[in-house]
């Protein structure tokens, strides 16, 4: 358990040092490729520290779930984080991990996300969690079946085990490739990121996350932010440790190891961060009801693996 | 012991039922109260006999002479755990009732109501626990008919008298079917103990199995023979749907369950077909859910959608077994039976909320709702635990159950069939469909009925429900949240006594984590952050005040989903504008109307009702011709028939 309890605390660390980096990273990737300058890469730190000393501004309208829908989320994002292994695999993880069970915990964050949307008795709240909720009920079954192509895969359903296995190369595993597509569609949807929605704008036909927060203001909205930039942190920690598990769990004594991992898990993520940025500037925003589409590609991709595990 | 309890329940019942009948126009609610008390005892006792079964694990055999009649009983296991979920929903509504009792109407309504609940309770806890095909029957008739009077309890209104009809029809062809099985069985196998069935010749047993699925299909409202469910629902009063929707639904899955296991040399299509009913009827549930504002209404389609999902664990509990994968099929009934009890617990315990919603506003339609957070805090606290757990969101029950199908699912890898393998994975995928929808339509129950502001001038006045009410809400709020955290510890006693391991995870453990970082991120926000709050307008684009016609509407938050599913729900939206100008500038008049195509009264009810009516046209046409020839004519065919007939049998 005291093994469990390090890893926990790494975890939790990692992810709260990492996650605004790689937010801010994706914007100054976007920047660059339109020729901005953009702005600095502690530039979310700074933000966020902002947000935290302004004072929260309530709605007259709104109840408790206002209230506590940034407590929530936050705390629904940092149980994740305790089932996503980032840096090691500790020795004892009995009742963490379970794939479907991490989905469902970020679920619980999206929902009361949602209720809070409609609390403040705005339209554009009503409007970000209706469509919130739409995409997020369209993308599900893909991340079911891409989730249990890839426990199909590995035959088990814990994640440690998974990216245990994983961290071993993917030598054999050559069917897991044409998961990596589903997975990117599948962090940019969760991410609230081009093509499924746009995080820059605040114009009301293309906002679906920002409209839903739209009321939030001071520490909650500080929160709120940091949750969804764990929940990008932790989904890139997935693809990372399942495609690119150089340096991840090394076998190594505790300090030297842990280093090394992060210094890895670090350039790693920028890597992908900035290929989010690439993707983000390069493609169009979909119209929502388009959005099944780009879903069906994910989603076949996934069973095409299955079919391959299940065939070959 | 426990047959004491048992025994005295039903006595209790019978009594609380008469006296409740003799004193028809009593007025003193205090006298109602004891009627109540009676029926809460008896909901005690069999909660008492069946946890006895069950934590003993010794089955009952056991018999009651009910007015000269020798009713032979037996509870083993299974039939425990069904009592059990009638006790437990039965005592909660009834000390709902307690309080909700005293607007049903008329004096004569009030204590009729509490009659035939007792009738109705003790009916479906006669038809579990009967040990005979035709005690199973009687009772079961006997169940059909008590409902049916609790759906016409509002009679004076059209609406419930044609919802009555409807249910009646509907609950009477599941009889049919029911006893065309049983009669079925009784012939092949000779026997009416409901022990033993062997001996069906192959497609006896296939036919047997059909009409049973028939006949318990349409009780528990899979699709296609849903149509009663959002009828009946929204016509009976509320506590009377929590108790039709959480157990008497539960009552045909128990009959399902029985009989399948009873029914030997399975087929692989019977499975196949209880999965596709499974699939179809949680997934169409949910999107006919989604479109639907009238609240109760509401809650009957997510009723047919849990329906659905029980029997997907059902129908791959028997596609594992054909497949001889024994510890999976056992994970998928259990999977099933648990999802019953977290069913029937949190779908009561939304009816009873919604009850005291639709009391407390006098509507039922959640457009008129709004802001009630404000007004009714226990009932919408009480809600939200209902709304988390029918969205299989942890650590509640419902998540608990939909877990363990999607662990059943994930294993389909064993099955050696590749084809199967792959129909697995995509029933898997609508399976997920169905609870992220369910998810979304319940953020639009909840944040329309409960948040922002009031829609209505009864919204606005509505009034918290009395303490009974929240009382009997709150037992059923504590067991959904009792049964989701601490269902690890559950499933290890439940794996020790089957013998089969439960890989669930310790959702007590990830509980406990979750309160701790709560508690650590509240003290660090606390301290880092300003702490200052200003209350304030929500802003409403430069209009000075907000009102409630700005808010976003239940068919506004459900559109983006109807506009993806249009196809499902054939809705056709006819738009005609003409203008006065070439350029189409300058508006004159339009005409806008979406038409809902109910596709299965069009394609599957009605056809079969024009089938009737040519008989019985025809018919009539025979009957009523004034000649006297054709009568004579066959009179003297019938005649000639038989005796041709009589001469050849006797030979």
């Not at chain 2, 006895?52 to 083993?76: C, E, H, K, P, T």
């Not at chain 2, 047993?205 to 009946?232: D, M, R, T």
Request: aromatic residues 12%; proline residues 3%.
């Amino acid at each position: 358990m005291s093994g469990f309890i390090a890893f926990a605390i790494i975890n939790v660390v990692v992810v709260m040092a990492l996650a605004p980096l790689y937010i801010s990273l994706v914007k100054k990737m976007k920047a660059f490729l339109q020729g901005r300058k953009g702005p600095g890469l502690l530039q979310a730190y700074y933000s966020l520290w902002k947000l935290f000393k302004k004072e929260v501004v309530y709605s007259s309208n709104s109840s408790f779930i206002m209230r506590v829908a940034p407590y929530i989320s936050i705390i629904s994002a940092l149980v994740a984080a305790l089932f996503v292994p980032l840096l090691f695999i500790p020795d004892d993880y009995s009742g963490f991990g379970n794939i479907i069970l991490l989905l469902y915990i970020l679920a619980v964050g999206k929902f009361f996300m949602a209720l809070g949307g409609l609390d403040a008795g705005s339209a554009f709240g009503g409007m970000g969690s209706s469509r919130e909720m739409s995409i997020s009920s369209m993308v599900e079954p893909v991340v079911i079946v891409l989730f249990a192509a890839i426990a199909f895969v590995f035959r088990s359903t814990n994640l440690f085990e998974i990216l245990r296995e994983a961290s071993h190369g993917l030598g054999g595993y050559a069917s897991l490739w044409l998961l990596l597509i589903p997975l990117v569609i599948v962090l940019l949807t969760e991410t609230a990121r081009i093509p499924i929605d746009n995080p820059e704008t605040h114009l009301e036909l293309t906002m679906v996350h920002e409209a839903m927060i739209l009321e939030q203001s001071g520490r909650n909205l500080a929160l709120l932010e940091i949750a969804s930039a764990i929940k990008q942190l932790l989904l890139m920690g997935i693809i990372i440790n399942l495609f690119m598990p150089m340096g991840f769990n090394l076998q190594v004594l505790f300090p030297a190891g842990i280093l090394i991992a992060f210094g890895a898990f670090a350039i790693k993520g920028a890597f992908l961060a900035a290929s989010i940025g690439v993707i983000e500037s390069s493609v169009a925003k979909l119209r929502l009801f388009r959005l099944p589409n780009l879903f069906a590609l994910s989603f076949f991709l996934s069973v095409v693996t299955i079919m391959m595990e299940v065939l070959l | 012991m426990p047959t004491l309890f048992f025994q005295s329940g039903v006595g209790l019942l019978l009594i609380a039922s008469f006296l409740a009948l003799v004193f028809l126009h009593v007025k003193q609610s205090r006298i109602r109260k004891c009627f109540l008390a009676l029926i809460i005892l008896a909901c005690v006792l069999f909660l008492a006999s069946s946890l006895s079964v069950l934590l003993g694990g010794d089955a009952l055999a056991f018999y009651l002479m009910l007015s000269g009649l020798r009713v032979s009983l037996s509870i083993d296991v299974l039939a425990a755990f069904f009592i059990g979920i009638i006790g437990l929903v039965g005592l909660s509504v009834a000390i709902y009732s307690l309080s909700y009792v005293e607007h049903v109407g008329s004096e004569r309504k009030k204590n009729f109501m509490l009659s035939m609940m007792a009738v109705f309770i003790l009916s479906m806890v006669l038809v579990v626990a009967s040990h005979h095909l035709l005690g199973f029957l009687v009772f079961w008739e006997l169940m059909s008919i008590s409902s049916l009077f609790l759906v016409l309890i509002d009679f004076e209104k059209e609406e419930t008298r044609k919802a009555g009809i409807f249910y009646f029809v509907m609950t009477q062809l599941s009889t049919v079917f029911l006893i065309f099985a049983f009669a079925l069985i009784y012939n092949h196998a000779g026997t009416l103990e409901i022990i033993t069935i062997r001996g069906l010749p192959p497609f006896i047993a296939s036919l047997v199995f059909v009409s049973l699925a028939l006949g318990f299909g349409i009780k528990a409202g899979a699709i296609p023979f849903h149509k009663w469910l959002p009828y009946a629902h929204p016509a009976s009063p509320s506590p009377i749907s929590a108790l039709m929707s959480g157990v008497m639904i539960k009552v045909a899955i128990y009959g399902i369950v029985r009989f399948i296991l009873l029914l030997p040399d399975k087929k692989l299509w019977w499975g196949i077909l209880i999965l596709i009913l499974g699939t179809s009827s949680a997934l169409l549930g949910v999107i006919y859910a989604l479109k639907e504002h009238d609240l109760k209404r509401l809650l009957a389609y997510h009723s047919i959608e849990n329906i659905g999902i029980i029997l997907i664990g059902i129908g791959l509990y028997m596609l594992f077994s054909w497949y001889s994968q024994p510890a999976i099929a056992l994970l998928a009934l259990f999977a099933a039976l648990f999802h019953t009890l977290n069913h029937a617990l949190f779908k009561s315990l939304l009816f009873l909320s919604a009850g005291s919603v639709v009391h407390a506003t006098h509507t039922k339609n959640i457009e008129k709702m709004g802001g009630l957070m404000k007004t009714m805090p226990y009932t919408a606290a009480l809600f939200l635990i209902g709304a988390i757990s029918i969205s299989a969101l942890p650590p509640l029950n419902g998540f608990v159950s939909e877990l363990m199908l999607f662990q059943v699912f994930f294993s389909s890898g064993v099955i050696a069939s590749p084809m199967m393998t792959l129909v697995l994975f995509f029933a898997l995928s609508l399976f997920a469909l169905t609870s992220a929808l369910a998810a979304a339509c319940f953020v639009k129950a909840f944040g329309i009925v409960f948040l922002a502001l009031p829609r209505s001038k009864e919204a606005e006045m509505a009034k918290e429900s009395g303490p009974a009410m929240i009382l009997g809400q709150a037992i059923l709020a504590v067991l959904c949240i009792g049964l989701g955290v601490f269902s690890f510890q559950i499933f290890q006693q439940v794996g020790q006594k089957a013998g089969i391991s439960f890989d669930l995870p310790n959702l007590l453990l990830i509980s406990a984590t979750a309160v701790f970082i709560g508690a650590v991120i509240f003290i660090a926000v606390r301290g880092i952050s300003n702490r200052n709050v200003r209350i304030s307008e929500t802003w409403g684009c430069g209009i000075a005040s907000q009102n409630s016609r700005m808010e976003y509407t239940a068919s506004g938050f459900s559109d983006p989903i109807l506009t993806i599913f249009s196809s499902i729900y054939r809705t056709k939206k006819i738009n005609r504008r003409s203008f006065h100008d070439h350029d189409s500038a300058v508006f004159k008049e339009g005409h806008a109307e979406v038409l809902l195509l109910r596709f299965f009264e069009e394609y599957l009810y009605l056809p079969v009702v024009r089938l009737i009516r040519f008989l019985s046209s025809f018919l009539y046409k025979v009957q009523n011709k004034v000649e006297l020839d054709p009568y004579l004519l066959s009179s003297f065919v019938a005649i000639l028939a038989l005796l041709l007939y009589l001469g050849v049998a006797i030979r």
